[in-house]
């Protein structure tokens, strides 16, 4: 009975949107048609390779990654206070003499937590308040006022002669980069057939390693400059890319999905057009179809567009995964946002921390670039339960060093933790990182994408928030001086987040958005969505 009242429904919508879909003059063929047009796009997106569909889809591969280039900014000021904090300049213009006996000149521990708290705080609200434009104007203007925003709020930054000024700057930067965290990778999954999904919502991660690499090895240029100008220049140079990117962005496509729901299928069609090559033998029109096939299905399922929606149904499910997914990546353990900063409270250098925490974040770029590998052999499942159980290994061997009975004498201790630390770090990027945006960017409904996104960050900031609270006061010596002790803490809460995702994280790979509503809708379980299959005869989809 469900099968046919879905079969009718769609029957009687498709008449209405048929004209926008195809040129057929006969009336009493268009919901056929329709419908036959929906199945092969769906096929075309199962048929096609990823190296095929990078080919043919090289300008949605370029619009895709030029949005997410957003994120490199983002990452690049929340890695700005970390590393600050173990800035000799820095630390001598805003900080506080400890003595030499605790580390002379640091940034006292309460605005450390402010400032790491500043971008965090912000981006829970930018998040909530992004989907609202986002929905009501779309993308790329939405967009476009994140970054003239940017431009204007890194003057405050630049002009702060007090750490009060720069606290402050910093958590209303937090509000534009809330906005960037939900635009990125909205438009990443909207642009792509489905074997790049993958692919390029995974280079979010790269653009956030990129971020933190680039921040810290242009601190690690200026750790010897006594002036002011050791942190005024990285402040300037976030300038760079609001003038890149607004270059760009007129030439953008705009997500078709959103001109799809707002009902304006020309527009819709012409931006799949931008998106191809001319010569690629993509049948755009089918495409749409596709897309206009499961907007009418997530129509049929009532599946609603505002934030409430996220909690009803079977979007409460796909809501906790996002969530959890999140929590997860800021619980793991990695110390990239204060590596430097806990490189030298393990007895390291200024240097040696600074030095340690460029490798880091190369080795993190890597990672981040090999992370294909285990996207196209494993899938994101099996890669992702791989790298949390490495990690969880990895947290309780660094930990359980400051037990060795010359720890504090035998120097080679610290740098067998901080190379374990650089091995979590390459592994974290490969799986982890990457794979928690694929699968957030994969799992809403298309309707509540934005939304669902938008409340995953929100938690993620959250989460960020209790860990940039949690990691300088356990680190600080000034406060309870735990040193890598700390990753007892995020062992412990990463045997709990394997456990969760044996249990609840789907395989999402080699799904379309159709089909993922359909499979949460019949409340398939996590551990079978990879092997769940379709009949010949489904009326819900065809493939």
């Known amino acids: 009975m469900e099968k046919e009242a879905h079969s009718t429904a769609l029957e009687n919508v498709a008449s209405n949107i048929e004209h926008e879909l195809t ?94 708290m500043g971008s965090l705080v912000g981006q829970i609200v930018g998040a909530y308040l992004v989907s609202f434009p986002m929905e009501r104007f779309g993308r790329k203007k939405t967009f476009a006022v994140c970054l003239v925003l940017t431009a204007i709020l890194t003057f405050m930054q630049f002009f702060a002669n007090t750490i009060g000024v720069l606290t402050a700057s910093q958590y209303l930067s937090g509000i534009v980069w809330g906005g960037y965290c939900v635009i990125a990778t909205t438009y990443a999954s909207e642009v792509l057939p489905l074997s790049l999904r993958g692919f390029l919502t995974g280079y979010i991660n790269l653009c956030y390693v990129m971020g933190q690499f680039i921040q810290t090895g242009v601190t690690r240029g200026f750790i010897n400059r006594p002036d002011q100008w050791a942190y ?79 909690w009803k149904g079977h979007n409460r499910r796909r809501m906790e995964i996002c969530i959890l997914l999140f929590v997860i990546q800021n619980f793991s353990g990695n110390p990239v946002g204060f590596a430097t900063y806990f490189f030298e409270q393990i007895g390291l250098n200024n240097v040696q921390a600074f030095d340690m925490g460029v490798g880091l974040n190369g080795v993190g770029f890597v990672g981040t670039c090999l992370s294909a590998i285990p996207l196209i052999y494993l899938g994101r499942r099996p890669a992702y ?9 990895i947290l309780f061997i660094v930990a359980l060093l400051t037990f060795a009975h010359d720890y504090t004498t035998n ?44 409340i995953a960050t929100m938690i993620d900031a959250l989460t960020g928030l209790v860990t940039s609270v949690i990691g300088p006061y356990l680190l600080n010596p000034g406060a309870a001086g735990a040193g890598a002790k700390i990753e007892f803490l995020y062992g412990g809460i990463s045997v709990f987040s394997l456990i969760w995702t044996i249990f609840r994280m789907p395989e999402t790979k080699g799904r379309t958005y159709e089909e993922l509503d359909i499979m949460f809708e019949r409340g398939v379980p996590a551990r079978k969505f990879a092997s769940y299959k379709f009949e010949e005869d489904d009326d819900d989809v065809r493939v």
């Open 232 to 310: 005024k220049i990285p402040f300037a140079i976030q300038w760079i890319w609001p003038v890149v990117l607004l270059a760009g962005l007129p030439f953008a496509p705009e997500s078709p999905w959103w001109l799809v729901r707002q009902n304006n299928m020309d527009k819709a069609e012409k931006s799949l057009s931008k998106l191809v090559q001319k010569d690629s033998g993509i049948n755009i029109k089918e495409t749409l179809a596709m897309m206009v096939k499961t907007d009418l299905l997530e129509r049929e399922l009532e599946v609603g567009t505002t934030y409430a929606d996220c």
């Open 385 to 393: 339960i791989f790298g949390l159980s490495f990690m969880v290994t």
């Open 23 to 116: 040129n057929a003059g006969e009336t009493g063929k268009m919901a056929s048609i329709s419908e036959a047009m929906a199945n092969n796009g769906t096929a075309q997106e199962h048929r096609l390779g990823s190296w095929e569909a990078f080919k043919l889809y090289r300008k949605g591969a370029f619009w895709s990654m030029f949005i997410s280039l957003s994120i490199i900014m983002r990452a690049y000021d929340i890695e700005i206070s970390g590393n600050f904090f173990a800035l000799p300049a820095f630390q001598t213009h805003f900080g506080v003499d400890y003595g030499p006996d605790h580390g002379g000149f640091q940034i006292p521990a309460r605005w450390q937590v402010a400032m790491g």
């Open 411 to 454: 120097f080679s201790y610290r740098w067998a933790q901080a190379t374990l630390l650089i091995i979590l770090q390459f592994v974290w990027q490969a799986t982890l990182g990457p794979l928690t945006y694929v699968v957030v960017c994969e799992t809403p409904s298309t309707k509540l994408r934005s939304k669902t996104i938008a």
